[in-house]
């Protein structure tokens, strides 16, 4: 095992601009030095990274591939071979909100199932290890044929919310069937009950349709929804329209990861929804809990 000093020694934490907020915390908390990959991208979208060398060490590198995934992606791949070709003793990737991981199954016949090019790619280019937060579809991690670990943050969100949420009779509700132990473990934590909307997707359209199928109260009550990521928002503001008929009051919605495409934060906000509570997995305003505890963690009970 890796004592503390050696832990300062030998790692390194690297990062680019767009994750660099998160990897200062966990570098302080480890204190291990932490290196910035400087990057540019230019006119056509193409990315070019610079970065001193790392021979010797062993790297862990913080980067999300949130949008433009695949630029973000392509940056990704281009420090781990950067790290690879130093021949730095060892490669941890930490990528909070990772990409591709809806695209992981042949849904409609003749697809490319995405997640595992990325596996393939993260293995052939040098990496050791992955760790994930909160990933769709933690499944998908056994197909690597590297080490892999995927953390929740539900219960840093949980405790989010018991410190700054101020709820009357609250309910806790996942937006489809497919987050109902999401929203449990949330429940769990809290003891708060729970329950769940059902939802269908035509696979061809994209179309979604939203019920309310449960026997549970909804009137007059504080409504906590829970989900791993808000892409378009399209789901939680179904959801919060039939909530709202229902007699809900106050609706806040907790993910990990709050990727808010297509002015999906004002138009949940124009829907009632009261706040929007995210990881900081992808910067932006609503990035209110702070995952470098739980990252740090990682590091320290794998290598101390």
């Known amino acids: 095992m890796t004592s503390a000093s050696a832990l300062r020694n030998d790692f390194l934490v690297i990062s680019t601009i767009d994750n660099l907020e998160l990897a200062k915390r966990v570098a302080t908390q480890l204190g291990i030095q932490l290196m910035q990959a400087h990057l540019q991208i230019f006119s056509d979208g193409e990315s070019k990274i610079r970065m001193n060398k790392v021979s010797d060490k062993r790297c862990i590198i913080i980067h999300s591939t949130h949008p433009p995934v695949d630029q973000h992606l392509m940056q990704l791949f281009m420090v781990i071979r950067k790290c690879a070709e130093d021949n730095a003793k060892d490669i941890y990737i930490m990528s909070p909100y990772m990409s591709y991981s809806r695209q992981d ?87 708060i009950e729970m329950s769940w909307l059902t939802k269908k997707r035509d696979r061809h359209t994209g179309k979604v349709k939203t019920k309310f199928e449960r026997t549970t109260s909804i009137s007059h009550r504080d409504i906590i929804m829970i989900d791993d990521m808000i892409s378009t928002g399209n789901s939680i503001i179904n959801a919060a329209k039939i909530l709202k008929e229902l007699g809900a009051e106050r609706l806040y919605v907790l993910c990990t990861h709050a990727l808010l495409l297509e002015n999906a934060a004002e138009r949940l906000l124009a829907v009632g929804i009261t706040d929007i509570i995210a990881t900081n997995s992808i910067p932006n305003i609503f990035a209110k809990v702070d995952i470098s505890t739980i990252l740090g963690d990682h590091i320290r009970r794998s290598f101390t």
């Open 105 to 191: 199954k042949e849904f409609i016949n003749g697809e490319v199932i995405s997640i595992n090019v990325i596996g393939n790619i993260l293995e052939c280019i040098g990496s050791n290890e992955l760790v994930t937060v909160d990933i769709h579809n933690p499944n998908v991690l056994s197909r690597f044929t590297f080490k892999t670990c995927n953390i929740s943050a539900i219960p840093l969100l949980a405790e989010y919310t018991k410190n700054h949420l101020h709820l009357n009779n609250p309910l806790i509700i996942s937006p489809d069937d497919g987050g109902i132990k999401r929203a449990e473990q949330l429940a769990n934590i809290l003891n």
